[in-house]
């Protein structure tokens, strides 16, 4: 009696849809802006049995949000989804931003996911009115933090901004990296680009000043950005490596 009426008492969790059957045309066809977070996996498996109370949490927290949704596919039956998918161990978890597949390598806790979906709905540039802004509402001793400082207007800086952006279209999603942009051609005084690196270092602390000249940015902000050994953890080690 006592089970029966705590089982009343729980909130029910509606299982994660599987969208193996449709999966190719909901995957190729969505929007730009469209967020599918998949987990492919085999019921047989235990790392997914595992898995799925949080994977069922987390789809009935985006059950009514229009851009991101949470589901899953048995490999078991859509074989060639998963296969197509370059699916090669169980459970393996991708995000679709549009038709784009992003491999999730995190922690596969809640609060992991969420940030991860935040991220992928979010550009992988903040842009800033100041610097004051980052110091205030961005910088965190936790994190691997880029702040570009650069003229928008300027030829030779647009070279310089889109080899930032490119980098951090490419990194953005990793966990506690950030890059922030901050737009000075409206700045009375000219002055050269200038890119400082915050490599999980004290708040009183000032940042790196990297080299900005182009196809160099590329190499100094990776040559920068891995952690030291005793931050490789097991989540990150496949992000470092």
Known sequence: MKLLLLSTLLPLLKATEDIGSTFKSRITNAPADQINFVKFYAPWCGHCKALAPTWDKLASEYNNNDKISVSKVDCTISQKVCSDAGVRGYPTLKAYKGPNPIDYQGRRDLGAFRNFLDKVNSESVTNLQNYQDFEDTYRSANSVQYVLQ????????????????????????QENKGFYFIDTKNEAVERPANCQLFNKIPLEDEGMSLETKPNLLTKNMYKFMIPIFADLTAPNWMENV
Do not use: G, V
Request: net charge negative.
């Open 150 to 173: 650069a003229d928008s207007s300027s030829s030779k800086d647009n070279e310089i901004i889109t080899e930032f952006t490119n980098f951090a279209t490419k990194f953005y999603l």
